[in-house]
C-alpha cells in the first residue's frame, strides 16, 4: 500500500464519502439501465421517446446548474449532499409504486427524471467542492482514483445485476433497489463529523448572479479550465448520442437482451477500475497533459468499434461491445480522474463550485445537443449513422488539449506554478 493510500485509509472523513459513494453508485448503475429499460420493455418506447428522456434529465441541469454552484460555494456542502440523496429516493421509489398500482407512464417517468437529475445537480456540485475540504492537494489524485475505483466496481456490480432484476424481477422493481441506496448514502453521509471551512456570512454574501458571473469569468479567462471544458462539452456529445441510441443498437440491432446487456455494462466496471488503477502513475511516467490526451483518444476510439457491429451478429457484436467497454471505460476514466484532479488543485476552493457548475452547465447542454441529435439522426439516418455523429464529438475533444497549455504539463501545481496560469491568480471581479 502506498503512502497515499495509508493516508487516505486513515482518514475517516473520506472513508465514509467513499462507502457512501459506493452504495449510491451500485443503485445507480441499476437505474441507468433500469429507467430507459422500463420506457422500451414496460411502455413499448422508440428512440424519440428514449431521446425525451434523456433529454428532460440534461433539461433539469441546465435550469438550476450555475445557480446550484453558487449555492454551494454559499453553503455547507455535505448537508446538500443528505438533502439530494433523501430527494432521490423519495423520487425513485414512485416509479415501482405506481407500477405496482398500474399507474406508470412515460409522463411519470419523464417527470422522475427531471427532478432527480436536478437534485444530482446539486449532489454532484457539491461533492466535487467538498472533497478537497476533507483531503489535501498532494492527496487529490489518489482520493479521485479511489473515488473513481469505487465507481467501477460499483458498475461492474449493479450493471451487473440490473439486466437480470431486470429480466426476473421487472425494471420497476430494479429501480427500487437505487432508491434504497440514495437512502444509505444519506445515513453514511450523516455520520461524517469533520467541520467544514466556514462559509460566507449573508451580510457578506454578493446577489447570486454576481457569484455566477464570478464562476464564468474564471473559467472563460484561464486557457487551462477552458480547454478542459471543450473537450469534456465534446465527450458530452458522445454520451447525450450513445444514451439514446445504444440501448436500441444493442437490444433491436444486434439482439441481445436485457442480462448480457447488463453483464457487458459490468464489464465496463472492470475497464474503469483499471483506468482508476493506473491514472496516476500513467500521468507520473508520461506526463499528465500527455496522459489526458491519451485518455481522451482511447475513449473515442473505443466507442467507435459500436456502430461497427454486424446486424444480428450476436456473439461477435458482444465481443466487440465488450471491447469497447474495457478500452473506452479504462481510457475514460483516466482521463476524468486527471482532469478533476487538475482542477481542484488549482482552483480556489471558494469558489470551486461555481466553475465546476459552470463546467457542468456547457457540458451538459452540448449532451442535450447530443441527445436531441441522436433521436433524430436515428430516424433519419438509422442507429449507427447516430452512433457515428457521436464518435465524431469524441474524436474532437482531442483537439482542445492538443492546443492548450494543458499538452506541455508534466504536473500539477508545479507546472502551473512555473508558467503562471494558476487560476487563483486571475481577476475575477470588474
Known amino acids: 500500500m502506498s503512502d497515499a493510500e495509508r493516508s487516505l485509509s486513515r482518514n475517516g472523513a473520506f472513508v465514509r464519502l467513499f462507502a457512501a459513494g459506493t452504495v449510491s453508485y451500485v443503485g445507480s448503475f441499476v437505474t441507468r439501465t433500469a429507467l430507459p429499460l422500463a420506457a422500451i420493455y414496460v411502455l413499448g418506447a422508440g428512440a424519440l421517446d428514449i431521446a425525451a428522456l434523456r433529454s428532460v434529465e440534461f433539461l433539469g441541469f441546465l435550469l438550476v446548474g450555475l445557480f446550484a454552484g453558487a449555492w454551494v460555494d454559499r453553503l455547507r456542502r455535505r448537508p446538500i449532499m443528505v438533502a439530494a440523496d433523501l430527494g432521490r429516493a423519495v423520487l425513485l421509489a414512485s416509479i415501482p409504486l405506481a407500477a405496482l398500482m398500474g399507474l406508470l407512464g412515460m409522463a411519470q417517468l419523464v417527470v422522475v427524471a427531471f427532478f432527480a437529475a436536478t437534485l444530482s445537480v446539486f449532489f454532484n456540485t457539491a461533492s466535487a467542492a467538498y472533497l478537497p475540504t476533507i483531503v489535501p492537494p498532494s492527496r487529490l489524485i489518489g482520493a479521485n482514483s479511489a473515488l473513481s475505483a469505487s465507481a467501477s466496481a460499483a458498475e461492474f456490480t449493479g450493471f451487473g445485476i440490473s439486466g437480470f432484476l431486470v429480466q426476473l424481477l421487472s425494471a420497476p422493481v430494479a ?202 439522426a436515428a430516424e433519419v439516418l438509422g442507429l449507427r449513422g447516430a452512433m457515428a455523429i457521436g464518435v465524431l464529438g469524441a474524436a474532437l475533444g482531442v483537439v482542445f488539449v492538443w492546443f492548450s497549455p494543458v499538452r506541455r504539463l508534466r504536473e500539477v501545481p508545479a507546472a502551473l506554478e512555473r508558467t503562471g496560469l494558476r487560476v487563483e491568480d486571475l481577476p475575477v471581479t470588474e
Do not use: C
Open 175 to 376: 429501480i427500487a433497489v437505487d432508491a434504497v441506496s440514495y437512502i444509505g448514502s444519506a445515513l453514511l453521509l450523516m455520520t461524517i463529523r469533520q467541520p467544514e471551512p466556514p462559509r460566507p456570512a449573508v451580510s457578506e454574501r454578493e446577489p447570486v448572479f454576481h457569484e455566477i458571473r464570478e464562476g464564468i469569468r474564471v473559467v472563460r479567462r484561464s486557457p487551462v479550465p477552458l480547454a478542459l471544458m471543450g473537450a469534456h462539452a465534446m465527450n458530452h456529445v458522445l454520451w447525450g448520442v450513445y444514451g439514446t441510441v445504444y440501448l436500441l443498437f444493442a437490444t433491436r440491432e444486434i439482439g441481445l437482451g436485457a442480462a448480457a446487456i447488463g453483464v457487458i455494462a459490468a464489464i465496463g466496471g472492470a475497464g474503469s477500475f483499471i483506468g482508476a488503477a493506473f491514472a496516476g502513475r500513467l500521468a507520473v511516467r508520461i506526463g499528465l497533459g500527455a496522459a489526458m490526451i491519451l485518455g481522451l483518444a482511447g475513449a473515442a476510439a473505443g466507442n467507435a468499434l459500436i456502430p461497427l457491429v454486424p446486424a444480428g451478429a450476436v456473439v461477435l457484436g458482444a465481443a466487440m461491445l465488450i471491447v469497447q467497454q474495457l478500452l473506452g471505460d479504462a481510457a475514460g476514466t483516466i482521463y476524468e480522474i486527471l482532469e478533476v484532479s487538475l482542477t481542484q488543485t488549482i482552483v480556489e476552493g471558494r469558489i470551486l463550485g461555481r466553475v465546476n457548475a459552470t463546467v457542468e452547465f456547457v457540458t451538459t447542454l452540448t449532451a442535450l445537443g447530443g441527445a436531441v441529435a441522436g433521436g433524430i
